[in-house]
């Protein structure tokens, strides 16, 4: 199994940014996917930001050009960079990752999630 340690949530002001970063407890031979969902107090949980294992990345347009996933492979760890922040984007962050461990094992796992408030 492997599990995902997602780190960097807090309370910042609007216009402020921060990193969320999420780890993998196992090595990653292959990643095929990664995204970042948010899920605000009575709203669905909706992707933010997504990355193929290609490289790839795609986002939602409530945060284009304000928000960048990237990844490094070397610590099986994908990142949210977060600029510009707004009281919008205040919510619970999950990341996602799917892939395959050195050891051949298959996952698409979730992490646990990390608040991110964005209030003056």
């Known amino acids: 199994q492997v599990q995902l340690v997602e780190s960097g949530g807090g309370l910042v002001q609007p216009g402020g940014s921060l990193r969320l970063s999420c780890a993998a407890s196992?090595?990653?031979?292959?990643?095929?996917?990664a995204g970042w969902y948010r899920q605000a107090p009575g709203k669905q949980r909706e992707l933010v930001a997504g990355?193929?294992?290609?490289?790839?990345?795609n986002d939602a347009d409530s945060v284009t050009g304000r928000f960048t996933i990237s990844r490094d492979n070397a610590k099986n760890t994908v990142y949210l960079q977060m600029n510009s922040v707004k009281p919008e984007d205040t919510a619970v962050y999950y990341c996602?990752?799917?892939?395959?461990?050195?050891?051949?094992?298959?996952?698409?796992?979730w992490g646990q999630g990390t608040q991110v408030t964005v209030s003056s």
């Open positions: 996602n990752v799917g892939g395959q461990t050195v050891e051949g094992y298959r996952f698409d796992s």
């Open positions: 990355s193929t294992g290609g490289g790839t990345t």
């Open positions: 196992r090595r990653i031979f292959r990643l095929n996917a």
